[in-house]
């Protein structure tokens, strides 16, 4: 089941959706990436809802700041938790619960939703 990132409303579409306006959902292509990357590299990310329109994107602002931190970001680890990583992980969570934003705070280049996924 796919999420809809730019719309809270569920099973209908309210007045300015995405829906009405045109905005695209779903997979992301190569091409979206590209433009999504070098805008932030030249610009910077201060208004995630001015951003799409700047870029030449056709998406919501919610959409392309989730693209960027979960995907896109260079600093972001990729791979296997180390057994140190994972430590931390069961440590905060006795702590937290699953406050896993939090959790990600501690564990630099982790996301909170990989964080959120290994649990």
């Known amino acids: ?5 730019c719309s809270s409303n569920m ?11 045109g905005l695209k959902k779903g997979p992301w292509l190569p091409e979206e990436d590209d433009k999504l990357i070098s805008y932030i590299h030249k610009h910077g990310h201060s208004s995630w809802s001015a951003l799409p329109k ?22 972001i680890k990729r791979g296997k938790f180390s057994p140190e990583e994972e430590d931390t992980i ?6 937290l619960g699953n406050k896993w934003s939090m959790i990600a705070s501690h ?3 982790r996301t909170d939703n990989e964080i959120k996924n290994f649990w």
Not at 1 to 5: A, I, L, N, S, W
Not at 11 to 21: A, I, L, M, N, V
């Open 107 to 109: 564990l630099p280049g």
């Open 54 to 75: 700047l870029a030449g994107l056709n998406r919501c602002g919610k959409s392309c700041r989730l693209r960027w931190t979960n995907y896109l970001r260079p600093d």
């Open 11 to 21: 099973g209908r579409s309210p007045p300015g959706s995405d829906h009405e306006t």
């Open 1 to 5: 089941e796919r999420q809809d990132h």
């Open 90 to 95: 069961l440590n905060l969570h006795a702590v």
